[in-house]
């Protein structure tokens, strides 16, 4: 490698990050520049689908659970007969998915099966078809957050329980993100709940989690009156309606020109 | 030449990502998901003709990343580079169960890709023209390419994923183009 083709080499390296500098220094590296805009152009892959994203999480998720599942189920069940064990085993492996996903709607931020309950919430939303059933299912998701956190902080788990608060945030983001006008009020009954409970939470708050309890009720405040300032706005007028309204403004409806002859002649 | 453990996406936290998901938490472990897991699907998206072999590729990926975390020693060996070499694995194992069809073998291609070809005959050439160039090219040129090229790594990931220095893999990236270059502008046989 000769110090010429390493200082063309370092020049191409920085060009290829940077077409907008325009300058290539010779005919050669812009090619070069060039054949490499070409290749991403047409044959870069794009970003992944937050569906797939969400689709692959779950699987792995699950296939997880079920190899911890069945890592203990083999421990507990070592004793027993070996045909007995065939059965049990191959009746867990049907039933898994399912038990897998029971199993992690209790589990908290932290828990090992916490990854499944949050890849079956991706997969739900991936699987709704509109937007109200995704505000819905979103507002669900909200509160199963508010409740985690009281839930966490019942069982003195501050750590867990700091981070729930710290993603609080975006909770309150996608609700307001997602909502629908009609779901205003439900938004709103759902926002206020959870200022009581993280003012319940702050009763016992240590002094590590109370800037995250504090920026969590700031958050919940925000999304509160944003939800009632959304409320109060006026509802916009079908277009049907507005037309009339116009007219009625503008007083008595005018004859079309061209028909007034006819009306005319029709007296 | 040592690498030098620095990183685009490789947060210092990454190291403690992976000791708390190797404790179990499956939180930490989501969060290593979430910001890997474009890198390695569009990976694999240029390495296999299907978006939908890429993805089933990317599951088996992370869950063999998780499986072996406890055999991970960062060591100046970055997370990402690590899930690289377990998508590298699981690349050699699809092949082997399902050799690819184009006749390119191990040619090791940029696949289809996600973009559909167009009715634009001119454009449709053009691509077809430069994967075949860039199948016939040396495994290492090709890869350099994909890394940096087509997935916009940055020249210090590019490194790290390869296990060479960022000098390296800058001679390597401009003698690859110039290869690359040179296929492309040789007459067609046909």
């Known amino acids: ?267 | 030449m040592p690498v030098r453990p620095v990183l685009m996406s490789e947060k210092p936290i990454d190291a403690d990502l992976v000791e708390r998901a190797r404790a179990g938490d499956g939180e930490a472990f989501g969060e290593l998901y979430r910001r890997y897991f474009d890198p390695i699907f569009r990976y694999l998206c240029v390495r296999v003709d299907r978006a939908e072999d890429a993805e089933d590729l990317a599951g088996t990926v992370f869950l063999r990343a998780y499986r072996s975390l406890d055999r991970y020693r960062e060591r100046g060996w970055p997370f990402s580079a690590f899930l690289y070499q377990v998508a590298r694995n699981a690349l050699v194992d699809h092949y082997r169960k399902r050799p690819r069809e184009s006749g390119l073998a191990e040619a090791i291609d940029l696949g289809t890709g996600p973009r559909e070809l167009d009715d634009d005959l001119e454009r449709a050439e053009r691509v077809q023209a430069m994967r075949q160039a860039l199948a016939e090219l040396p495994p290492d040129y090709q890869e350099v390419i994909r890394l940096r090229v087509l997935l916009s790594l940055p020249t210090e990931t590019t490194a790290q994923w390869m296990e060479r220095s960022p000098g390296a893999v800058r001679v390597l990236l401009y003698r690859a183009l110039a290869a690359l270059r040179s296929k492309l502008s040789e007459p067609d046989e046909d």
């Open chain 1, 1 to 267: 490698m000769t110090s010429d083709e390493r200082s063309r080499a370092d020049a191409l390296d920085r060009l290829i990050d940077d077409r907008a500098a325009g300058a290539t220094g010779s005919e050669d590296l812009g090619a070069l520049v060039a054949l490499a805009a070409d290749l991403r152009s047409d044959l870069a892959p794009a970003p992944a689908p937050k569906a797939r994203r969400a689709r692959v999480l779950a699987r792995v998720t699950n296939r997880i659970a079920a190899g911890q599942a069945s890592r203990r189920q083999g421990w507990a069940l070592s004793l027993r007969p070996a045909y007995a064990l065939a059965g049990l085993v191959l009746a867990l492996t049907l039933a898994f998915s399912a038990t897998a996903a029971y199993a992690s709607e209790a589990a908290l931020p932290g828990d090992v099966l916490y990854g499944v309950k949050r890849g079956l919430e991706d997969v739900q939303l991936v699987l709704s078809a509109t937007a109200a059933g995704d505000s819905g299912l979103i507002e669900r998701f909200a509160d199963r957050r508010v409740d985690e956190i009281e839930t966490l902080t019942r069982r003195g788990r501050w750590g867990d329980a700091e981070r729930a608060l710290q993603a609080y945030p975006e909770v309150v983001d996608e609700m307001l993100a997602a909502s629908q006008v009609e779901d205003l009020d439900s938004q709103a009954a759902r926002l206020t709940r959870h200022l009581e409970v993280l003012i319940r939470v702050g009763a016992n708050a240590p002094s590590e989690a109370q800037p995250a309890l504090l920026r969590a009720l700031e958050n919940a405040n925000r999304g509160r009156q944003e939800v009632e300032r959304r409320r109060h706005e006026p509802k916009p007028v079908p277009p049907g309606q507005m037309e009339a309204d116009d007219d009625a403004e503008r007083g008595p409806k005018k004859t079309p020109p061209g028909q007034e002859s006819k009306n005319q002649s029709g007296d």
